[in-house]
């Protein structure tokens, strides 16, 4: 979030690079220890068990781990299954009643548009589906009104996961692992999202070292995971993370999924635009014959898959680097394809177009 990288950039914060599903085993080692632990919980129930609501991931290790344990006790707070914590193991309670921040749904334009539809043609019934939150995210959604019996197992959904579970394109029915119900390890969208959380037995919050551990992916039928990306350069190395030195954002679950979807036979796709707009109205291509420099490699080139922009679909996975570049720069924009036509030239000694 924006306060999170000013705090970072202005040195009041530090980042530590770290897998998401990683974070509670740092947790409980004391490596990242933690002393005091302040959260929201859901009222508690008749046995005094309260819900951590729309975030499980590393809070319940947190709250485990944590000296002492402040709990915001909120009425207006989803009681979810899959996690929860007795009154006793809180060491205080403040009520208040407090609306929840919402993440209004994104605006879909005609680039979101294609990537969707693109992505959408790599699913097949019966999936399972990982997706994060954003207009691409939202646009598959749209056209998978198509499918049947889709699952989710994924680290967050938003409000498009909600309407196509309501219209019966979501059943979880053929999923290995949590049958019939979609697993998450937080959610963030709009009220009408959290009210449908509350009190439904068929989603399960559970914590980030289960939902994002490879192991549990790969066990999953048919994983499906849709992730994206700030830059990727022509051997399809992926920078999600940072703009060169600058860190935009932590690394989220987008390895563990795609490491777990190859284990378990599934796939993996990078879906971006082609291009990123400046301030000035400037356009810069997301792909590029080299990261920025500073920038890390979030996945791997022997880990990505598939690579979308609204210009086509990459299937990188098991091909040359030759082959990789090629591709890459037949989706790219078409205002950057001659400057990267001339580096592939460059790198390959062979004429692009031949």
């Known amino acids: 979030?924006?306060?999170?990288?000013?705090?970072?950039?202005?040195?009041?914060?530090?980042?530590?690079?770290?897998?998401?599903?990683?974070?509670?085993?740092?947790?409980?080692?004391?490596?990242?220890?933690?002393?005091?632990?302040?959260?929201?919980?859901?009222?508690?129930?008749?046995?005094?068990?309260?819900?951590?609501?729309?975030?499980?991931?590393?809070?319940?290790?947190?709250?485990?781990?944590?000296?002492?344990?402040?709990?915001?006790?909120?009425?207006?707070?989803?009681?979810?299954?899959?996690?929860?914590?007795?009154?006793?193991?809180?060491?205080?309670?403040?009520?208040?009643?407090?609306?929840?921040?919402?993440?209004?749904?994104?605006?879909?334009?005609?680039v979101e548009e294609k990537i969707g539809r693109c992505c959408a043609s790599l699913i097949r019934d019966g999936a399972t589906l990982q997706l994060g939150i954003g207009a691409i995210p939202d646009a598959v959604m749209m056209f998978l009104g198509d499918k049947h019996d889709l699952g989710i197992h994924s680290e967050m959904i938003s409000d498009g996961t909600m309407e196509l579970y309501q219209k019966g394109v979501i059943t979880n029915q053929r999923k290995n692992l949590d049958r019939g119900k979609m697993t998450i390890t937080f959610a963030m969208g709009t009220k009408k999202l959290y009210q449908f959380l509350d009190k439904n037995p068929d989603v399960l919050v559970k914590p980030v070292d289960y939902v994002n551990h490879p192991v549990t992916i790969m066990k999953e039928h048919d994983m499906i995971s849709i992730n994206s990306a700030i830059q990727v350069d022509l051997q399809?190395?992926?920078?999600?993370?940072?703009?060169?030195?600058?860190?935009?954002?932590?690394?989220?679950?987008?390895?563990?999924?795609?490491?777990?979807?190859?284990?378990?036979?599934?796939?993996?796709?990078?879906?971006?635009?082609?291009?990123?707009?400046?301030?000035?109205?400037?356009?810069i291509s997301k792909i590029v014959p080299f990261l920025d420099q500073g920038a890390p490699v979030t996945t791997s080139r022997n880990d990505v898959d598939y690579i979308?922009?609204?210009?086509?679909?990459?299937?990188?996975?098991?091909?040359?680097?030759?082959?990789?570049?090629?591709?890459?720069?037949?989706?790219?924009?078409?205002?950057?394809?001659?400057?990267?036509?001339?580096?592939?030239e460059r790198r390959f000694h062979q004429n692009y177009r031949a």
Not at 248 to 277: H, Y
């Open 1 to 110: 979030g924006a306060t999170v990288r000013a705090a970072v950039a202005e040195g009041r914060g530090d980042f530590i690079p770290c897998f998401f599903h990683e974070i509670p085993q740092l947790i409980r080692e004391r490596r990242v220890p933690c002393d005091v632990l302040m959260t929201q919980v859901s009222p508690s129930d008749e046995k005094g068990y309260c819900s951590l609501g729309v975030s499980a991931d590393y809070t319940y290790q947190a709250l485990k781990s944590a000296r002492t344990v402040i709990a915001h006790v909120n009425d207006q707070y989803p009681y979810t299954f899959g996690t929860k914590v007795h009154v006793t193991e809180l060491d205080y309670i403040v009520e208040q009643s407090a609306p929840l921040y919402e993440s209004k749904p994104p605006k879909i334009g005609e």
């Open 236 to 283: 399809g190395q992926v920078d999600a993370e940072a703009i060169g030195l600058r860190q935009f954002s932590g690394v989220g679950g987008q390895v563990d999924f795609i490491r777990g979807a190859a284990m378990g036979g599934g796939t993996s796709i990078i879906a971006m635009p082609s291009t990123t707009q400046k301030k000035d109205g400037t356009l």
């Open 308 to 344: 979308i922009t609204e210009y086509g679909i990459a299937h990188l996975k098991g091909e040359t680097l030759r082959d990789r570049a090629w591709a890459l720069i037949s989706i790219s924009h078409p205002s950057v394809r001659d400057s990267l036509a001339e580096e592939f």
